[in-house]
């Protein structure tokens, strides 16, 4: 893979890399000779993952770090933040890779559902806790990522067309967190990854300084993403569906990760939603200043009545 990037190693801090894409990326990184903070659920997750990390080059250890981070849980969330404060070096990269879905309708915070906290909710918190420390780097190529998905678009094709996992051309704020007679597994997957472009816009407009950018990896049907999924599910996305030409492979994505992470901040244009590697545009929704300002303001409710 070709890297016309700056010279200057960066410190990268990865939510949700011990499994799949983040993984894979943070592998890559450390054989680039880049520092790498992992995060994980649990201490075994990430002794598993320093496993697979570390593999071809034992020789780069002392550059892979971790936390334990549940994006569900706030304090957990702000004790990983004290952890990398503590490990003293600046932090020029964040990835907001971490994510998930559920099997079933789940509120562990009252009021928002499960999906979207994990995927949009934790990880705007996190983000603010962090700014603070990327504001402090003096890397050239210092930046905030999110890690979105195509699928936030009623009209993309993606992750299933019944009426059970449609969302809406004009999402309502105010209910969809709430909406348990409604609710679907890959339905809110979908409304998180609108939520977390909204994300996205709202931390470039509220710290122009910084760049920010949210990107789609592609459709990977390998990944852990779809652990919760059915058997069959499980095995037609990974032996057969993966075959398909409108599919990503796990590598072609994480090179793309690379991308994202090390090319020139001129070549990235901040407040940017990317495929493959080129401006997109995403749905109209994702586009509505009214609503990502209203998403905001139901967050950081959340968020201060949480911590």
């Known amino acids: 893979m070709n890297n016309k990037n700056s010279d200057k190693k960066e410190a990268v801090f990865i939510t949700g890399a011990t499994l799949g894409l983040g993984r894979l990326t943070a592998k890559k990184l450390i054989n680039l000779g880049h520092k790498v903070i992992i995060s994980g659920r649990s201490e075994k997750k990430i002794n598993d993952a320093y496993n ?28 990983a ?51 603070p420390l990327i504001e402090k780097s003096q890397h050239p190529n210092k930046r905030i990522l999110f890690v979105g998905s195509s699928i ?52 470039k407009d509220k710290y122009p300084h910084l760049t920010t950018i949210v990107f789609c990896p592609g459709f990977v049907p390998t990944t852990d993403l779809i652990r919760n999924s059915s058997y069959m599910v499980r095995l037609t996305l990974k032996y057969a ?13 994480t090179d793309d990760y690379i991308y994202y992470i090390t090319t020139s901040g001129t070549n990235l244009k901040s407040g940017g ?35």
């Open 52 to 79: 697979f990390i570390l593999a071809d080059s034992p020789q780069n250890k002392g550059n892979l770090y971790s936390v334990v981070l549940d994006l569900i849980d706030l304090k957990s969330v702000k004790t």
């Open 81 to 131: 933040v004290e952890k990398v404060e503590s490990l003293g070096f600046d932090i020029d990269v964040l990835v907001n890779n971490a994510g998930g879905t559920r099997t079933e309708f789940k509120q562990t915070n009252e009021g928002i559902e499960d999906t979207i906290f994990m995927n949009a909710v934790g990880p705007l918190y996190l983000t603010k806790l962090m700014i």
């Open 152 to 203: 936030h678009d009623p009209n993309s094709k993606g992750g299933g067309n019944n009426q059970a996992t449609k969302i809406s051309h004009d999402v309502d704020i105010e209910t969809v967190f709430e909406d348990k007679e409604h609710w679907n597994s890959m339905k809110y997957y979908k409304l998180s990854k609108l939520a977390s472009i909204w994300d996205a816009y709202l931390v």
């Open 241 to 253: 569906i993966s075959k398909f030409n409108f599919t990503t492979s796990e590598d072609d994505s």
């Open 273 to 307: 939603y990317y495929e493959k590697r080129q401006l997109s545009k995403p749905s109209d929704d994702a586009l509505n200043r009214v609503k990502q300002q209203q998403f905001w303001d139901l967050a950081m409710r959340s968020i201060d009545q949480l911590t």
